[in-house]
């Protein structure tokens, strides 16, 4: 009789974490560079006025990634005076939609529930988008303690980083 494919990745006992997987905060990007005067320069009274015109609404619960895809003259009072009226989104950081994604995933990884890992054989896969090495040694950082091992990579092909000594008898 024919068993079918067997995945054996779920028979080791390995846990695979993908690190663009683990926020469910939506993220969206906000580019402010029509609101500049010439597309080079914010005019306050200009600039105040675009922000106003804004729907806040669509920016509700979700991370946002404020950027100016341009090379303009930004001062830094801007990005607050932005960030002062989308108080209903989740939070809002500079640095566009990257920023944004790489924020929600350090905000899953502080709120990981580390009962799920404690003594067990974690990967943090690596050929998925991971979000950079911040992001692969806050994982790490918030991992070790409690894990048996924990590797990168794929399940067929991982680097061990770090293996949990053995007991003293």
Do not use: H
Not at 64 to 70: A, H, I, K, Q
Not at 105 to 113: D, Y
């Amino acid at each position: 009789m024919e068993e079918g494919i067997v995945n054996l990745v779920d028979k080791s006992g390995l846990v695979q974490i993908e690190l663009d997987t683990v926020s469910s905060i939506k993220c969206v990007e906000l580019d402010f560079t029509d609101w500049l005067w010439l597309g080079v320069v914010v005019k306050e009274k200009e600039f105040r006025a675009s922000i106003k015109a804004l729907d806040i609404e669509m920016y509700a619960g979700l991370g946002v990634g404020l950027t100016c895809s341009e090379e303009a003259i930004v001062p830094d009072w801007a990005w607050m005076l932005i960030s002062s009226k989308l108080e209903n989104a989740d939070f809002i950081v500079v640095g566009g939609i990257e920023a944004a994604e790489a924020e929600a995933t350090k905000r899953a990884i502080s709120n990981l529930n580390l009962d799920e890992y404690v003594d067990k054989r974690i990967v943090i896969k690596g050929c998925s988008n991971s979000g950079g090495a911040d992001l692969l040694l806050k994982i790490q950082q918030k991992l070790q303690p409690v894990v048996k091992s924990l590797m990168f990579g794929e399940a067929c092909s991982t680097v061990p980083v770090y293996k949990k000594p053995a007991a003293k008898r």
